[in-house]
């Protein structure tokens, strides 16, 4: 299947700074990614989809502002988290998607980035 | 609305006993369903998925899972747990394939040995 790498594994941040997260596509172009976030012995929950070149699209109740993703190239998508604060604390998931042969049949999911706020 | 609804939380099975978990959904058009495992803080593997075709379908690591249309479910199984098998487990939908997914709440499962 395709590989999807997340970088980076963990991060722990102090309140009041920004941290990127990455999410590359390694043999593939991903013509879309997604961004999830998993709360603690949670199921996930679908953040933004991001088609390159565009805007992403984000969820209800998911602030842009603060959650800035960018899609700028095929094979990278990266998500900003802003201002973090401890409740920004959690398990975020990338997922993408390619346009032809298997990979346009499923998303391939990253390995999570666990951000911690202090 | 759309949803995945996974009625048990926590399940503890034998190792060599059989398994499943079940996944009902409710999808206004027709899902494309995906199971997923999760080892503790790490990201997603895929077990299997259906789109359409044989009802039966066949995974990794063993396990297989029914599409039931007439009670909306999409139950997983596996014949033999193995210890290694502990782990969280995720049942998701999609509108097609490709596209974002709806998850469950998952099933953590624990093997005794």
């Known amino acids: 299947g395709a590989v999807v790498s997340q970088h980076p594994s963990r991060v722990i941040c102090k309140s009041g700074t920004s941290v990127k997260i990455e999410c590359r596509s390694l043999?593939?172009?991903?013509?879309?990614m997604f961004w999830y976030r998993q709360f603690p012995k949670q199921s996930l929950m679908l953040m933004a989809t991001?088609?390159?070149?565009?805007?992403?699209?984000?969820e209800q109740g998911v602030e842009k502002d603060k959650f800035l993703i960018n899609h700028a190239s095929l094979t990278l998508s990266t998500l900003t988290v802003t201002s973090a604060h401890p409740e920004d604390s959690s398990f975020y998931i990338c997922?993408?998607?390619?346009?032809?042969?298997?990979?346009?049949?499923?998303?391939?999911f990253g390995q999570g980035t666990r951000l911690t706020v202090v | 609305a759309q949803s995945v609804t996974q009625p048990d939380i926590h399940i503890t099975v034998s190792e060599g006993a059989s398994l499943e978990l079940r996944c009902n959904y409710s999808y206004g058009a027709t899902p494309y369903l995906f199971w997923y495992v999760q080892s503790p803080g790490q990201g997603l593997q895929l077990l299997l998925k259906y789109f359409s075709g044989d009802t039966l379908v066949q995974g990794i690591k063993g396990f297989e899972a029914e599409f039931k249309r007439s009670q909306s479910s999409f139950n997983l199984r596996k014949p033999s747990v193995h210890w290694s098998d502990a782990a969280e487990y995720f049942c998701?939908?999609?509108?097609?394939?490709?596209?974002?997914?709806?998850f469950g709440k998952g099933t953590t499962l624990s093997v005794s040995s």
């Open positions: 991001s088609n390159e070149g565009s805007k992403a699209t984000y």
């Open positions: 998701a939908v999609g509108a097609k394939a490709g596209t974002a997914l709806i």
């Open positions: 043999d593939f172009q991903a013509t879309t």
């Open positions: 997922s993408a998607r390619g346009n032809r042969g298997q990979i346009n049949t499923e998303a391939f």
